[in-house]
C-alpha cells in the first residue's frame, strides 16, 4: 500500500507543478457531448460509406464532433447569444464549404448532393449536442438515416419504372 501512496503523492506533485487546472466532472460532461455528437453522425457516414460516396465513415462523425467541439468552446467563452450564434454561422458556413465539394456536375446530372446536405446535418446535429437539445440530435440523425436509407431504394425504384418506361414506348 505504501508504494501506492508514492504514486499518488507523485502524480500530485507533477499535477501541482503544471499550470494546468482540469475540472474532470466537467471535462467528462464534455467528452460524453463528443461521444454523442459522433454516435449519432455514425449511422450517417456509414449509409454514405456503403454507397460508395466520396465523404464516408470518417467524415461525417468528424463534422459532427467538430462542430460540437466548436460550439461546446463557443458556449464556455462567449457570454451573450449573438456571439454564439456567430459561432453558429461560423459552423454553418465552414461544413457548407466543405459540403461544396462533395456536389459535381456532370453533362446531364448533379450528384453528392444528398452528401453535401448529410454534410450540413451532420453540423447540426452536433451544435445541438452542444446545446443539450439531444432530442432535436436524434431527430436529425433518424430524418437523415431514414431519408438515405429507405428514401435512397425508393429513388432507385422510381428511377427504374422511368428507364423502363423510356426503354419500351409501346407498353
Not at 503544471?18 to 467528452?31: A, E, G, T, V
Not at 466543405?98 to 447540426?124: C, P, Q, R, Y
Not at 436524434?138 to 423510356?166: P, W
Amino acid at each position: 500500500m505504501q508504494h501506492g501512496c508514492k504514486r499518488t503523492k507523485r502524480i500530485s506533485q507533477l499535477m501541482d507543478f503544471l499550470p494546468i487546472d482540469i475540472d474532470w466532472r466537467h471535462s467528462l460532461s464534455l467528452l460524453t457531448h463528443l461521444a454523442i455528437a459522433y454516435a449519432l453522425a455514425l449511422p450517417i457516414g456509414l449509409d454514405r460509406q456503403t454507397s460508395s460516396r466520396n465523404f464516408g465513415l470518417r467524415t461525417f462523425p468528424l463534422v459532427s464532433v467538430v462542430s460540437c467541439g466548436f460550439m461546446l468552446v463557443g458556449l464556455s467563452v462567449i457570454t451573450s447569444t449573438d456571439g454564439e450564434a456567430r459561432v453558429i454561422q461560423g459552423i454553418i458556413t465552414g461544413i457548407g464549404f466543405i459540403g461544396g465539394g462533395a456536389i459535381f456536375k456532370g453533362e446531364d446530372h448533379v450528384t453528392g448532393m444528398a452528401s453535401a446536405a448529410s454534410l450540413w446535418n451532420t453540423g447540426a446535429i452536433g451544435i445541438a449536442v452542444a446545446f443539450n437539445r439531444f432530442e432535436i440530435a436524434i431527430a436529425l440523425s433518424l430524418l437523415n438515416v431514414v431519408t438515405l436509407y429507405l428514401v435512397g431504394r425508393l429513388q432507385k425504384s422510381v428511377d427504374t419504372l422511368h428507364e423502363n418506361d423510356h426503354d419500351n414506348p409501346d407498353a
